[in-house]
């Protein structure tokens, strides 16, 4: 049974983990392997296994360290890992304590940008509809930046250049290096708490990917995205992209060109105005012009020259019609004078003037002025009166001889017809009117 | 402080809708006078929003009782 030379785990251990501890090359090396039951601790620190196809290895990654990650490893992940080996004395485990950890075959700041730009991206960091307008004419703009080199100066310059009576707040950041990030964050929430610019230029000059890291980081996209003030951000040149860009409401390709997009040049914005003075006094004065020309043609209006125009009008409409009843009643009166004269005619032609004029007399007694048809109606010394052309004669009975019968009606028949009730109503209307007629109609 | 771009560029955005309203001529003559008047007073805002700002360039510097505000060093070339 031994009893010299027996060691506890606890020595055993320790000697084992002096003995690595000790090895100049176990002290810094680098490791390549895949990642494996990765775990992030509350604490901060990182546990994990790398392996290849043989064999495991245990790590550890301090949060020393593990904040210092610009990416969040994850199983499956190819990895270079550099950092030293030693003994966790209470499991007798050596393991790899990690320092720094790279992707494996991309550039691990490469990674790290499209890990952290999908993550933003799914949260909804980049999303347009939430993008803000910038004011046309900012009465402030904070600028955050380096307060030495081109950059604040060129902004300065533009901004003085484009707008002469301009109002620039500078806030002044590092932009690189490892307080970076946290500055310009920082600012981009102060200058949100003092609420004294209308927009922010977030600005860097060219430089590595390294160098424009600061507005890679998570913290500055955040500070960004919760601005309430619009904030542009113009980093490095044209053809870099930060997460920044990406969130902020608006990228501009440089700093410079960040100048010229916050603010209009004063002469624009006056010649902006002067135009629309200018439209506005045109448009009301043509507006008047049209207003009286209006009123002008309505004063002229026939309504108000020729008031009476409608009673004109009606009336020539009125003459028409009377001047068709005219026609129409002439038209009418024609044929009825024309029926007259043909009647006129006849009658003329059975006057009893005609008869006279040919020879015959119309014979009356002188007593009661009765015509004579018969010589029944007269006896022996009558005085009778003879109508002729041209005159009366008195005459006297001396003698009756009466006809033999049969032709009584013969010579007497036409004269006795004149004598009828109508016939001497015609002669009468006849008389009265017939020369007028006679006189039109020849 | 907010408020003064935003104005501004209210206003003149008003004086735009309102000029072409006016050049529309569809509005009666009360309308177009008084569309004119607040056209007139809106010209004279954005004139005075042009001029009243005064050039100023500072500096932000964080100091124990808050922030302080400095004129801008004069920058090299």
């Keep these: 049974m031994p009893t010299k030379n027996v060691l506890t785990v606890s020595e055993l251990n320790k000697y084992i983990k002096d003995l690595i501890s000790g090895d100049l090359i176990l002290s810094g090396i680098w490791v390549k392997g895949e990642i494996s039951n990765f775990k992030s601790h509350y604490s901060g620190h990182f546990y994990f296994t790398i392996k290849d196809e043989k064999s495991v290895l245990k790590c550890v990654m301090f949060r020393s360290h593990a904040a210092s990650v610009m990416f969040e490893p994850e199983d499956g992940m190819k990895v270079l890992i550099r950092g030293y080996i030693s003994v966790f004395e209470r499991d007798g485990q050596y393991q790899l304590y990690a320092e720094e950890i790279q992707p494996d075959g991309v550039g691990a700041l490469y990674v790290a940008f499209e890990k952290l730009k999908q993550k933003l991206s799914t949260e909804g960091l980049f999303d347009e509809t939430r993008k803000r307008k910038l004011p046309y004419l900012p009465g402030s703009i904070g600028v955050i930046t380096s307060s030495t080199g081109a950059v604040v100066r060129d902004i300065i310059n533009i901004l003085s250049r484009r707008f002469y009576n301009v109002n620039i707040k500078v806030y002044p950041v590092q932009v690189q290096g490892e307080a970076a990030a946290g500055q310009i964050a920082g600012a981009v929430r102060r200058l949100n708490e003092l609420d004294n610019v209308d927009v922010i230029i977030v600005a860097r000059g060219g430089g590595s990917l390294e160098e424009l890291w600061a507005f890679n980081e998570e913290v500055v996209a955040r500070s960004i995205y919760e601005s309430r003030i619009p904030v542009i951000s113009a980093v490095g040149h044209e053809t870099d992209f930060t997460i920044s860009d990406f969130v902020a409401d608006v990228r501009a390709s440089t700093p410079s060109a960040a100048a010229e997009l916050v603010m209009p040049e004063r002469s624009v914005v006056e010649n902006r105005l002067d135009s629309l003075k200018m439209r506005l006094r045109n448009a009301i004065l043509k507006k008047t012009v049209m207003e009286r020309l209006i009123l002008k043609r309505l004063g002229e209006s026939v309504a108000f020259r020729q008031p009476y125009n409608k009673i004109y009008q009606e009336r020539m409409l009125l003459d028409v019609q009377k001047r068709y009843l005219q026609k129409a009643l002439t038209v009418l009166s024609g044929q009825y004078r024309n029926r007259l004269s043909l009647l006129a005619a006849r009658l003329d032609s059975l006057s009893p003037l005609n008869s006279l004029a040919r020879g015959y007399g119309i014979i009356r007694t002188e007593k009661d002025d009765t015509l004579v048809k018969s010589v029944h109606s007269v006896n022996i010394g009558d005085s009778l009166r003879v109508y002729i052309t041209d005159g009366t004669l008195s005459c006297r009975v001396e003698d009756i001889n009466e006809k033999p019968h049969g032709n009584a009606s013969g010579g007497a028949g036409d004269p006795g017809e004149v004598d009828k009730g109508e016939g001497v109503q015609i002669e009468i209307e006849y008389t009265a009117g017939y020369p007028e007629g006679d006189k039109k109609n020849g | ?77």
């Design chain 2, 1 to 77: 402080m907010g408020e003064k771009g935003a104005s501004f560029e209210q206003s003149i955005a008003e004086l735009e809708e309102i000029v072409k309203k006016l050049e529309k001529g569809e509005l009666t003559l009360e309308d177009s006078i008084n569309c004119f008047q607040r056209g007139v007073e809106l010209t004279k805002f954005c004139n005075k929003k042009l001029d009243e700002a005064e050039r100023s360039i500072t500096m932000l510097i964080e100091g124990e009782n808050g922030i302080v505000e400095k004129e801008m060093p004069a920058l090299g070339q």
